[in-house]
T-cell receptor
Framework: DTGVSQDPRHKITKRGQNVTFRCDPI?????LYWYRQTLGQGPEFLTY????????KSRLLSDRFSAERPKGSFSTLEIQRTEQGDSAMYLC?????????????FGEGSRLTVL | GEDVEQSLFLSVREGDSSVINCTYT??????LYWYKQEPGAGLQLLTY?????DMKQDQRLTVLLNKKDKHLSLRIADTQTGDSAIYFC????????FGSGTRLSIRP
């Protein structure tokens, strides 16, 4: 297993367009997280899944953001009608689950630039 | 609420000890973590401490936890240039909440 992979690594889009990011976690991990990181800030929690169930979604997340993990393996994060303020690095992480130490294994991120 | 705070910058001389401090708010956190992010790289777990521990030592790293004050610190002994990075404190009540990070720079 090569770790957490994210695709695409970079995305440039015009304001108002929709974008979708994909995350493939480490295969035996049942928890999957999405974070957003902007320059000079720590990762900001967006949402997380236990298998296919979305357990929590940040109150900061507008209705334009939606995430899915339909079969409990890979996950997608979609942003509709993008705004310039959505420009950030979107990080995916996975972990073995609730009974573990909670260590997160991060992917290298998907950088979004909204023009 | 859930919030993690840490100072933004720390500069130390090579060979000295570095101490990075963090305060958190959620007393139900079961684990507390230190992650390291090097330039252009993803975050990696450096060390963690379980909430019923006061101290954890791992080679050059010492983590101190004061649950009463909700204060966590990371001490790096004999700081080297390879330790230059951003260090994030994180707590885990349920999901994992990160601080804004402390940028550690090393002076020759």
């Amino acid at each position: 297993d090569t770790g957490v992979s994210q695709d695409p690594r970079h995305k440039i889009t015009k304001r108002g367009q929709n974008v979708t990011f994909r995350c493939d976690p480490i295969s035996e991990h049942n928890r999957l997280y999405w974070y957003r990181q902007t320059l000079g800030q720590g990762p900001e929690f967006l949402t997380y899944f236990q298998n296919e169930a979305q357990l929590e979604k940040s109150r900061l997340l507008s209705d334009r953001f939606s995430a899915e993990r339909p079969k409990g393996s890979f996950s997608t994060l979609e942003i509709q009608r993008t705004e310039q303020g959505d420009s950030a690095m979107y990080l995916c992480a996975s972990s073995p689950g609730e009974r573990s130490t909670g260590e997160l294994f991060f992917g290298e991120g998907s950088r979004l630039t909204v023009l | 609420g859930e919030d993690v705070e840490q100072s933004l910058f720390l500069s130390v001389r090579e060979g000295d000890s570095s101490v990075i401090n963090c305060t958190y708010t959620d007393s139900s956190s079961t684990y507390l973590y230190w992650y390291k992010q090097e330039p252009g790289a993803g975050l990696q777990l450096l060390t963690y401490i379980f909430s019923n521990m006061d101290m954890k030592q791992d080679q050059r790293l010492t983590v101190l936890l004061n649950k009463k004050d909700k204060h966590l610190s990371l001490r790096i002994a004999d700081t080297q240039t390879g330790d230059s990075a951003i260090y994030f404190c994180a707590e885990r009540p349920s999901k994992i909440i990160f601080g804004s990070g402390t940028r550690l720079s090393i002076r020759p």
